[in-house]
């Protein structure tokens, strides 16, 4: 623990007061790699640096010319601000800012990735530029409010695989916290039936809370064939997949019907996959980096209108004095941890406020 200054928000800004924030696997990442948290080409280690990118809080103080939050409003807060400036961030890609060739991070440039390139939400105060702010509602808790940061990629990868899945048999592949969100929104977005696969009969459970039609533990059952008999024999209309491996993104080609098309959420390293299927098929892969195009803002919509309880993934909560133990929890999955949310001091003060 050491002390910041507070930050001062500069025009288009807010000052958040930070009540919670939810840990995330690329939490874990930054602090044992660095990466994807580079900062001028180096590991972000001894500079000064802030991780945490999934929180949500109370509006302290405004920038110039900011009307749009008052002080007091409950907010979650977008990771990404895009430059404004290169032609991804202009379309709303802001996780793939081309500034200078690179990923993105360059703050002089005006882009920001709380947490990852700036400071983020393991600490009391953050700034957040107006666009990557959203209003909380109030009937939802501060730990559920985080999850719309883990949502939001759930649905980025719906909305690039095209968006409205009302009718379209969606099958979801590995159900860690963005999994188990892709099967929430993509019931939320009407898809019929939706289909989760994994090992862990408790994820599958948690799945089945959320809105799956089907689970299928692949622990001893071919999936490809498992899926066919629900789906039928000429595969689904979609995969999201988030196991993040050869084998599972292979079964997610060989699961997937003709024109179909199979969004992928993770995988480090480079692998042996049968294109061939997908050119032979006419069918489509979507990479995503995080989330984009305002992602979260539609999370959020879905949260707010309780069209799922993503609360479900969270599993434990600490006090920010105990974030080592937070993280060892997340990292370790100590008791079956989905979801540890971190609560920032004087965060129970505010509840009691709101609630009064
Ligand atoms: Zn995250
Ligand atoms: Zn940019």
Redesign the pocket.
């Known amino acids: 623990m050491v002390d910041k200054p507070v930050p001062v928000p500069a025009q288009a800004e807010v000052l958040i007061r930070i009540d919670a924030v939810a840990i995330c696997a690329t939490d874990l990442e930054i602090i044992h790699y660095g990466t994807p948290a580079l900062m001028e080409g180096g590991p972000p280690f001894n500079r000064n640096f802030t991780s945490g990118h999934e929180y949500m809080g109370t509006v302290v103080a405004l920038g110039e010319g900011v009307d749009e939050f008052a002080i007091g409003d409950r907010v979650t807060a977008e990771i990404h601000a895009?430059?404004?400036?290169?032609k991804?961030?202009?379309l709303g890609m802001?996780t793939c800012?081309?500034?200078h060739g690179q990923n993105?991070g360059d703050v002089k440039?005006n882009?920001r990735a709380n947490g990852v390139t700036t400071d983020g939400g393991f600490t009391e105060y953050a700034v957040n530029h107006i666009n990557t702010v959203i209003r909380v509602p109030d009937t939802m808790c501060d730990e559920e409010a985080t999850l719309a940061v883990t949502a939001d990629t759930s649905m980025y990868g719906l909305t690039e695989l095209g968006g409205l899945v009302a009718g379209e048999s969606v099958v979801v592949m590995g159900p860690g916290p963005i999994g188990l969100m892709a099967v929430a929104v993509a019931k939320s977005l009407g898809a019929s039936p939706v289909i989760l696969t994994d090992t862990r009969e408790s994820r599958l459970k948690i799945g089945t809370s959320l809105g799956a039609d089907h689970v299928i533990n692949v622990k001893n059952t071919n999936v490809v064939e498992a899926v066919k008999e629900i789906a039928g024999t000429i595969g689904v209309d979609y995969v999201v997949e988030c196991a993040g491996t050869e084998t599972a993104i292979n079964d997610a080609i060989h699961m997937t019907n003709r024109g179909g098309k199979i969004c992928l959420a993770f995988l480090h390293d480079p692998a042996t996959i049968d294109l061939s299927h997908v050119i032979k098929n006419n069918m489509y892969l979507y990479g995503i980096r995080g989330e984009g195009k305002s992602a979260t803002h539609r999370a959020m919509a879905f949260m707010a209108e309780k069209q799922f309880d993503a609360s479900l993934i969270h599993t434990h909560t600490f006090a920010l004095d105990n974030l080592p133990e937070a993280l060892r929890y997340a990292r370790e999955r100590v008791d079956d941890a989905i979801k540890v949310v971190v609560r920032a001091r004087g965060a129970e003060q505010q509840l009691k406020a709101v609630s009064s």
């Open positions: 895009g430059c404004g400036q290169c991804r961030c202009w802001y800012c081309l500034n993105y440039k882009h």
